[in-house]
């Protein structure tokens, strides 16, 4: 469980193939504080430690992962968000994020709006229902509020502290992000499609 408040930036530094997985060693300033087994979420994306050297740490993804999500587009040289799984002590400063991408959305627009950054997503419409105005969204797995909510497409807004501490900093148009769809809407629309007796 996250919180999509990120803790720091990592660099992919090599990449290899093992049949239809990928395995990604990330450089990163937490890597020698983490520990194998650890599940951290890598772009929204829960991956588990599986080995760590000095500051780079190794995570697999698997078929299903890679295909539901923005990890089979990384290349060597990326900057990735990381955050470390929350405590039960701690706060949570950002939503209740799993880290179980749901999909990817596309980057339709990236604008200086008065101080923040604007950027605007395009996404699967499959997903409309678990969207809201003012609602929670997790993108490459930092925690932020929807708003301009369409069918198919949403805006937020960043501040420059978020800007320059996240890869929103390397986001341009056309990219690709991962979609983490808040939990409890999710819930909230399984009730209502599924009422026991109707």
């Not at 937490?30 to 995570?59: R, W």
């Not at 950054?117 to 929807?146: D, M």
Request: neutral net charge; hydrophobic residues 40%; charged residues 20%.
């Amino acid at each position: 469980m996250f919180t999509g408040i990120i803790r720091s930036l990592g660099r992919i530094k090599e990449i290899s193939n093992s049949g239809s997985n990928k395995t990604f060693f990330v450089e990163s300033e937490l890597s020698p504080d983490l520990q194998v087994d650890e599940s951290v979420s890598h772009n929204g994306i829960c991956l588990t430690v599986e080995k760590i050297k000095g500051n780079v740490h190794q995570v697999t993804a698997i078929a299903e992962t890679l295909k539901k999500t923005n990890a089979d587009k990384w290349k060597t040289g990326d900057w990735i968000n990381l955050e470390q799984a929350m405590q039960l002590n701690d706060r949570l400063d950002g939503h209740i994020v799993q880290g179980h991408v749901d999909g990817t959305g596309i980057c339709l627009e990236k604008a200086d709006s008065n101080g923040s950054i604007l950027f605007t997503f395009q996404f699967n419409i499959s997903f409309a229902p678990l969207i809201i105005e003012k609602g929670s969204i997790c993108i490459n797995g930092v925690s932020l509020t929807a708003f301009d909510v369409a069918d198919n497409q949403f805006s937020v807004a960043i501040i420059p502290y978020t800007f320059s501490h996240t890869n929103f900093k390397t986001l341009k148009k056309g990219d690709l992000v991962n979609l983490e769809f808040d939990m409890l809407g999710k819930y909230m629309a399984r009730i209502a499609k599924f009422r026991p007796g109707r």
